[in-house]
C-alpha cells in the first residue's frame, strides 16, 4: 500500500471548505454554554433554593451520559415536542421548518452548559473565601466582590480547563456528520469517498484538527500570562 501525498495536499484544502461549519459547531455551544455555565455554577455555589437540585441534576445527567446520545435524543426528540406544542396550542408551526444545525447547536449548547458549570465553579471556589468577605467589610455587595475580585482571579485558574473544553468540543463537532452536518471529518469522508483515497483524506483533515488545536494552546498560553499578571506582582 502506498500513501498518496499529492492527494494529502489535495484533500487538505478541499476538506478546509467545512472548517466554517466546524468553527460554528465549536464556537456558538461553548459561548451559549458559558453563560448557562455562569448562572449554573453560582446558582449551585448559593445553594438557590429548589433550582440548585434540579441544576445538580442537569450537571450530573449531562456529563454522565455521552454527547451522541444528548444529539440523537434532542435531533429526533426536540422536533415531536414542538410539534405536539403547536398543535396543542394552535400555533400553526411545524417543526419541519427548523434547520437540523439550529437543533445540533443546542443539543451541543446543553451539554457545553453542564462541563462549563463544572469549570466555573471550581474557579470560583478556588479563591481564597476570605478576600470575598474583606471585600463585604468595605461595603461591596456580592454581585461588585464577584466581578471585582473573585471573577478575575478564577478566570487565570478555568483557561487550561477552558482550552480543554474548546478542543473537546472541537473534536466532538465530528459528531454532528450523524445528522447529516458537513464539518471537517464528514467532508474527509466525501472527499475520500469519491476516489476511495479514506487514510489520504482523513490525514489530511488531522493536520486541520491538529492545527486548531495548536492554535488555541499558544492563544491559551499568552492569555494565562496576561490574566495571572497578578501572581507575579504585577498590575493587570
Known sequence: MKIDVVFIYTAFFEILKALPLTLVLTFIPLVIGF???IITALVRIYKVK???RVLDFYVSFLRGTPILLHILVIYWGLPLVIDRLSVYFGWGFKSSSIPSLLIVLTAFSITAGAYMSEIIRSGLLSVNRGQIE??????MTTPQALWRIIV???VGVILPNLCNIFVGFLHTSSLAFTVSQMELLGKASVVASVSLKFLEAYIAAAFIY???T???EK??????KKVTVYNRGGVA
Open 219 to 224: 492563544l491559551t498560553s499568552f492569555l494565562e
Open 134 to 139: 474583606a471585600a463585604y467589610a468595605i461595603g
Open 50 to 52: 429548589y433550582i440548585y
Open 152 to 154: 478575575p482571579q478564577a
Open 214 to 216: 495548536l492554535l488555541a
Open 210 to 212: 491538529w492545527g486548531l
Open 35 to 37: 453563560g448557562i455555565g
